[in-house]
């Protein structure tokens, strides 16, 4: 409630201070706003710096072997595949391999500082978002800078405000790992507004500027390359400067993605291919649908309507962020095909817009411009160009969202109707605009604690993302983890039948899902259980190759269920052993054994049960199995001494009262 109230009065103050000082001189319009978007940049995340590490972090941090070396691991991260340091092997999950090296970089400088320490991380990720905020605001003033003082900094101010406080955004910022998206917005608006500083005073010094911060990004993720079709056009649609300079400007630009592809391609090797490859796992390949014995791949209208339902799904929660989750991995983005009108709808929606951008870029119109900022760089995230490996992903937005907020703040201008000359020229734009900052901020800020850990965050999406295999399996492992903390052990067995629900759920969505029928068999073992928990163990190793480590950890947890299993019954007869219910105590031995169980125990209380029975024989081959397992047993030889006597063999029986006496004296009688 406290965040709730604050950031309603901090946008009515906001706005207070906007009225205020709207009528003063450049200077101060520029210091004033350039503050404000860095201070409500930050607080809007605030809450976010004592949460824990979540989801990939672990790929990039926690578990990467190169980010935890510090210093000494930035080789290692510069010359391999980003993921290299986690799976400790070359793995191309999806095609084009990854090579986003300068977050990882980040991370190990921070490792090499701090420590393991998830609050500096996201202090870290706050500050940058925050600077990427103050940036966009000067890129725009930039963008628009022949235009009049007061429509100038209103549109590069909504266009900043709008940006920092979507929602859509908290996954980028609440995840430390989405570092990789902000610092690849941060050097793609900084090559943008150099070549816009290159393009209005002609000083290579900031071509030179923008060429660094290009690089920079595209270390960063390789969604930069999109700016090499923005950054000319927004010098086409928002300065006079001769077609040359666009082209010098483009040109090193290009040289530089090409220096960036070359480097690329000789660490990856054949990973840093873009081509689509046949991946039949659905983990990898969203694409693929059940026929009932295999997964086969989906008909090219079920692909493309699928894709452009998607791409409908990323316009609404741009204008209606909510719901809103981590996950969309299959099936919770359903398949579509042509058929469906939310496909035609979006279709339409995105070939009309192209049409009015075509048609309106030769008057240079600014939304033109936003529209195809939002498609281009929209465009290697949407896959239409090649495969990414999932549906969507609301980071997916964290670049593309600049366009819309663009549109948006241009629109909300052309409501006043009339330059800004008076306090009355707002009264329409303003309350539009509170409207929108106050609901993105509060929704932004819950969704923030949502991020607080894995648990919190995937027992909230499941909510929301119902029919994902990934997060049900998911939610699967955590709870078990959860069900075995001392503090949870009150609700330890609820714990455990929820998290086989998540799992059963998992393999339904996903026939060939091996991982939740490992967590179901761990679930089973915990609450004792061995027999079902073998099942799924089996049922793991039955559709997994011996070297994954889903088979591994079956085989390895289905020898602890099994010896589990051997101790409760083995200890089931030493109970009925001691109640001299001897026939059941053979009954339950010659059971266990003939499934080929084993131990010690087992094969001393057998032998026990035959001897207080009279089977003296047959005791005799139980204390022999007995020694056959463990030669230095020394209350084996008294037992087996013992049998011999009973069947009057008293040389024998001596011979091994001798055996047994040597091995522990305490035996002898005294």
């Not at 109230?5 to 009528?23: E, S």
């Not at 393009?199 to 911060?213: D, P």
């Not at 992903?393 to 000359?421: H, Q, T």
């Amino acid at each position: 409630f406290f965040f709730f109230f604050f950031f309603v009065f901090f946008c009515f103050f906001l706005f207070f201070f906007f009225y205020f000082f709207l009528f003063f001189f450049c200077f101060f319009l520029f210091y004033f706003f350039f503050s404000i978007c860095f201070v409500f940049g930050f607080l809007l995340y605030a809450n976010t710096i004592g949460h824990d590490y979540t989801v990939d972090d672990s790929i990039v941090i926690t578990d990467n072997d190169f980010v935890k070396e510090g210093f000494s691991g930035i080789g290692k991260i510069l010359g391999n595949d980003t993921f290299l340091g986690f799976f400790k092997v070359e793995k191309s999950l999806v095609a084009g391999g990854r090579y986003r090296p300068l977050s990882l970089v980040t991370f190990a400088i921070e490792y090499q500082l701090f420590g393991e320490s998830p609050t500096v991380s996201h202090f870290v990720n706050i500050l940058l978002y925050a600077l990427t905020g103050m940036l966009l605001y000067l890129v725009v003033l930039q963008l628009f800078r022949h235009k009049q003082l007061t429509e100038t900094h209103f549109i590069a101010f909504v266009t900043a405000m709008l940006f920092l406080a979507h929602p859509i955004h908290t996954e980028a910022v609440a995840n430390i790992k989405g570092r990789d998206e902000i610092m690849a917005l941060l050097g793609s608006l900084g090559a943008l507004y150099f070549a816009l500083r290159y393009a209005f005073k002609g000083q290579v010094s900031q071509l030179i500027l923008a060429s660094i911060c290009f690089f920079f990004g595209i270390l960063s993720k390789e969604n930069t390359i999109t700016f090499l079709a923005v950054i000319p056009l927004a010098m086409y649609v928002f300065t006079k400067v001769k077609t040359s300079t666009i082209g010098i400007t483009t040109g090193v630009l290009v040289v530089l993605a090409a220096v960036f592809l070359v480097l690329r391609s000789s660490i990856l090797g054949d990973a840093a291919s873009f081509s689509a490859n046949a991946n039949m796992e659905l983990m990898n390949n969203p694409y693929l649908k059940w026929n009932g014995s295999q997964y086969v791949a989906f008909t090219a209208m079920e692909k493309f309507g699928t894709i452009f339902y998607t791409l409908g799904k990323y316009l609404v929660l741009m204008i209606f962020p909510h719901p809103l989750t981590h996950d969309y991995y299959p099936a919770q983005i359903p398949m579509m095909t042509f058929g469906d009108w939310q496909v035609i709808l979006t279709l339409l929606i995105y070939v009309g817009a192209g049409i009015y951008a075509l048609m309106r870029l030769p008057k240079k119109d600014p939304i033109a411009f936003g529209i195809i900022y939002f498609i281009a760089t929209l465009s290697v995230v949407s896959n239409l160009v090649f495969p990414i490996g999932t549906n969507m992903s609301e980071r997916f937005m964290f670049m593309p969202s600049v366009g819309l907020c663009l549109i948006a703040a241009v629109l909300l201008y052309k409501l006043v109707n009339k330059r800004l000359v008076n306090f009355g020229d707002l009264k329409l734009a303003l309350p539009i605009l509170a409207l929108f900052l106050i609901g993105f901020s509060l929704k932004t800020v819950v969704r923030n604690m949502a991020w607080k850990d894995n648990y919190t965050l995937f027992s909230t999406d499941i909510h929301t993302s119902t029919n994902s295999a990934k997060l049900n399996n998911a939610m699967a492992g955590i709870t078990v983890e959860e069900a075995n903390k001392p503090e949870n052990a009150t609700r330890k067995q609820q714990l455990l039948n929820d998290a086989i629900r998540y799992g059963l759920q998992a393999r339904t969505l996903h026939p060939t899902y091996a991982n939740p029928n490992v967590i179901i068999g761990n679930a089973y073992t915990y609450m004792g259980e061995f027999t079902k928990a073998i099942e799924f163990y089996d049922y793991t190793l039955r559709i997994t190759g011996e070297g994954s480590s889903d088979h591994k950890n079956a085989l390895n947890n289905k020898q602890i269920a099994l010896s589990n299993m051997n101790a409760k019954e083995v200890e089931q007869q030493g109970q009925l052993l001691q109640q001299q219910r001897f026939a059941e105590a053979i009954q339950l031995g010659e059971k266990l054994i003939a499934e080929g169980k084993t131990s010690v125990a087992l094969f001393g209380q057998q032998g026990a049960a035959y001897g207080a029975t009279g089977q003296h024989q047959k005791a005799i081959e139980m204390f022999q199995k007995v020694l056959a397992l463990d030669a230095n047993n020394a209350q084996g030889y008294l037992n087996l001494g013992f049998a011999y006597q009973a069947l009057g063999d008293a040389a024998t029986a001596n011979l091994n009262f001798e055996k047994a006496y040597a091995l522990d004296p305490n035996l002898k009688p005294k």
